[in-house]
C-alpha cells in the first residue's frame, strides 16, 4: 500500500492512498496516516486508487476521525471506488465521516486548489 500527504493549506492535510487496505496494507500506513493526522484539524483521505477495505481499514479511518473529532477537526473522505464505497457505507462510516464523490469535490468545500497529492 502507498500513501503520500500533502499540506492544503493551514493545519489542512491531504492524504491520498493507493493499494488494498486489508490487513498488510493498514499496517504499512498506519504510522504515516496517523502523523499526518496528529497535526492537522482536517484531512482529505482520497481513496481513489483503493480498490478494496477490509475492516482494519476502516477501524484505521475511524480512529484518525475520532482523534480529529477530540481536536474540532474532521476528515473527508473521497474518490470511492464502488465497491468500497458500497462497503463504507453499508457499515455507517458515511454518518460518522464525510464522503465526497471527488477529490475536486472535497477540495473545493476547503477552498483548496484542486491538485495535490496523488499516487504515482
Known amino acids: 500500500m502507498k500513501i503520500e500527504t500533502a499540506p492544503l493549506a493551514s493545519e489542512q492535510v491531504l492524504i491520498a492512498l493507493a493499494g488494498r487496505l486489508d490487513i498488510a496494507g493498514a499496517a504499512e500506513v498506519e504510522g504515516t496516516f496517523g502523523t499526518a493526522v496528529d497535526g492537522a484539524t482536517t484531512v482529505v483521505v482520497d481513496l481513489t486508487h483503493v480498490p478494496f477495505i477490509a475492516s482494519i481499514g476502516i477501524r484505521l479511518l475511524l480512529a484518525n476521525a475520532k482523534a480529529l473529532s477530540r481536536r474540532s477537526g474532521r476528515m473527508i473522505l473521497c474518490g470511492c471506488d464502488p465497491q468500497v464505497d458500497k462497503v ?11 464522503m465526497m464523490p471527488t477529490k475536486a469535490e472535497a477540495l473545493a468545500g476547503l477552498g483548496a486548489p484542486a491538485g495535490g497529492a496523488g499516487p504515482a
Open 88 to 98: 463504507l457505507r453499508s457499515t455507517g462510516v458515511d454518518k460518522l465521516i464525510a
